[in-house]
Nanobody, 117 residues
Framework: QVRLVESGGGLVQPGGSLRLSCAAS????????MRWYRQAPGKQRELVAS???????NYVDSVKDRFTISRDNAKNTVFLQMNSLKPEDTAVYYC???????????WGQGTQVTVSS
């Protein structure tokens, strides 16, 4: 069982930055694939970024060169650094962990990011 707790969301002006954190409980965190998703009102949940156990990263095109996903296995934490934020980045951001052996996934409760002037 893995418990995920996100933090770091808030209200920011366009062009600003935020850093989201996702703290994970449980063992073998370093083996998990970690992902950030987001869901805007009235829209489907969207995969934003992922990082493998080997620290291979992938991003949706709309956030490339603006967002950076990273992980600190010693602290069981994954981060999403978001720069040059736009109003269209407004959403609830969710952390997801996937066990690479069983493919079982776990979700956090989400953290709200609002980009507005």
């Amino acid at each position: 069982q893995v418990r995920l707790v996100e933090s770091g969301g808030g209200l920011v002006q366009p062009g600003g930055s935020l850093r989201l954190s996702c703290a994970a409980s449980g063992r073998f965190f370093s083996n998990y694939v970690m992902r950030w998703y987001r869901q805007a009102p009235g829209k489907q949940r969207e995969l934003v970024a992922s990082i493998s156990s080997a620290r291979i990263t992938n991003y949706v095109d709309s956030v490339k060169d603006r967002f950076t996903i990273s992980r600190d296995n010693a602290k069981n934490t994954v981060f999403l650094q978001m720069n040059s934020l736009k109003p269209e980045d407004t959403a609830v951001y969710y952390c997801n962990a996937e066990n690479p052996v069983t493919n079982q996934g776990y979700w956090g409760q989400g953290t709200q990011v609002t980009v507005s002037s």
